[in-house]
């Protein structure tokens, strides 16, 4: 039996990719809950598997050896990657996954120009123009994800990067780019490959020098955006190739990437052309630890923070990048339970960017049973602080910080926090009084109601836990 059994547009490929498109978008209504994610993330493959097994069926496929292969490959390092990826880790690996398929549309959208050339076949503007669009887009997402994926790394600086005279020079590669496509275009007879691997070029440098001023702080942000940006030039590639399956797969990562770009952005009031032109986190703080004068801060230790917890009737524990680091979910959710025990009221306030990418600490604290509906946005918990006997935070900074609503001169001034000044008590675990990615000292530390226990997250969980049973 011939391995091409598919005619491109018959009624039973475009049956088979309507199939797979009611997968994707079944599989993505699912993972808007905790307690069906990992169902949709099934549902969602599956779709994929039927698009790409329907594609391979194309008739007038060929070297099946170079794809068979290249699949294998692709399946073992994935694979391989996912199940040895830590929680912390995750936000880079979605940085790096999201640049391969940037990557893949640029090369693909280079492939089809190659193939109209050998056959000596002018390509229609309705099909040039998505090539082309693809070719850039999917070329600024690789290279700006790779950069994207190093700060997050910790394999180049996570602060702002600046190349003299950066603006000026951004501008003038756009207005290569935009020039070279429309010079492409007008020639769409006998298009230029010189010319089209000039775009991808510029394309590259361009994607570099927009991600390299950014600082880590808006790292999460960026990766969102440059995931809207590969779905939208996964769409486009779809229209060049007439592929039902990838216009609809690309229509939705990039409009659910650029909605949760500007969520993101609204979480931290600011606009996404101030995110990517600011050059805003990663700097070094005004009186960190190593400079300039201490602020007075009041210390504890494990004991005295297991007595506050233990004779109060209401706690808010508040999640942050800390936690993820020391992995610190199943103690923390063992310190929850001790207090229950006694008749505490525990809750979790979770804020939109807390940690390194949307939903990080939901993730973190149902993979330790942490039940959903005790995990609180910070819109609902906030009016609640003022009733709370004690607030702890765990490794989050940023997102506390009082001088977002005290300061107005501070860089966070105006982006929505956690309100936990405003409960009775608020303990602090932290290894140290080192600023957070935003790279300003936190007021919070320094509050009369606050104290510090400086600690490892995982190990101040366990010890208060230990401390609680014993009382």
């Not at 049973?369 to 005790?374: E, L, S």
């Not at 935003?438 to 190990?459: H, P, Q, R, V, W």
């Amino acid at each position: 039996m011939p391995l091409a059994l598919l005619e491109p547009g018959s009624d039973a490929v475009t049956a088979l990719y309507l199939v797979a498109v009611v997968l994707f978008i079944l599989g993505v209504r699912q993972g808007t809950h905790p307690t069906t994610a990992k169902r949709g993330n099934m549902i969602a493959a599956v779709g994929m598997a039927i698009a790409v097994a329907t594609t391979l069926l194309f008739d007038g496929i060929g070297n099946w050896g170079l794809i068979i292969a290249g699949i294998a490959i692709g399946s073992a390092v994935g694979v391989i990657a996912s199940i040895r990826v830590q929680m912390t880790a995750m936000p880079q690996m979605v940085a790096l996954y999201n640049g391969v398929g940037g990557g893949a549309i640029a090369l693909i959208s280079w492939s089809e120009l190659r193939h109209a050339l050998e056959i000596g076949e002018a390509l229609p503007l309705d099909t040039l123009i998505p090539i082309l669009f693809s070719a850039v887009v999917g070329s600024v997402s690789f290279w700006g994800s790779n950069i994207a994926f190093a700060k997050l790394q910790d394999l180049i600086p996570t602060r702002p990067l600046k190349v003299p005279g950066q603006q000026i020079l951004n501008a003038l590669l756009l207005v290569g780019i935009i020039a070279a496509c429309v010079n492409l275009s007008i020639n769409n007879d006998d298009p230029s490959q010189a010319v089209f691997i000039g775009v991808l070029i510029a394309a590259a440098l361009l994607g570099n020098l927009v991600v390299l001023p950014i600082g880590g702080a808006d790292m999460p942000v960026v990766i969102s955006l440059l995931n809207a940006f590969t779905g939208l030039a996964a769409a486009a590639a779809g229209f060049a190739l007439d592929n039902i399956a990838l216009i609809v797969a690309g229509t939705l990562v990039g409009s659910s990437g650029t909605l949760l770009t500007l969520e993101m952005a609204t979480a931290m009031n600011r606009s996404v052309p101030n995110i990517l032109f600011a050059g805003f986190g990663g700097a070094p703080a005004a009186g960190a630890v190593g400079g300039g004068e201490e602020r007075p801060h009041r210390s504890v230790g494990p004991q005295d923070a297991a007595i506050a917890l233990a004779y109060a009737d209401s706690v808010v524990i508040v999640p942050g990048y800390g936690l993820a680091v020391a992995q610190a979910q199943h103690a923390v959710k063992e310190m929850a339970d001790e207090l229950e025990k006694r008749g505490v009221n525990v809750n979790y306030a979770i804020h939109p960017v807390a940690g390194r990418m949307p939903g990080h600490m939901n993730v973190l604290l149902a993979e330790a049973d942490v039940p959903y509906d005790k995990l609180r946005e910070m819109d609902e918990i906030n009016p609640e602080m003022p009733r709370t006997d004690v607030a702890v935070v765990i490794g989050a900074n940023d997102v506390t910080n009082p001088a977002a609503k005290n300061d107005p001169d501070s860089p966070i001034a105006g982006m929505p926090i956690i309100e936990v000044s405003e409960a009775r008590q608020v303990v602090v675990i932290k290894r140290s009084l080192s600023p957070g990615f935003a790279g300003i000292d936190n007021d919070l530390f320094y509050e009369e109601n606050t104290s510090m226990l400086f600690s490892d997250a995982k190990a101040a969980a366990q010890e208060i836990a230990a401390e609680i049973e014993n009382l």
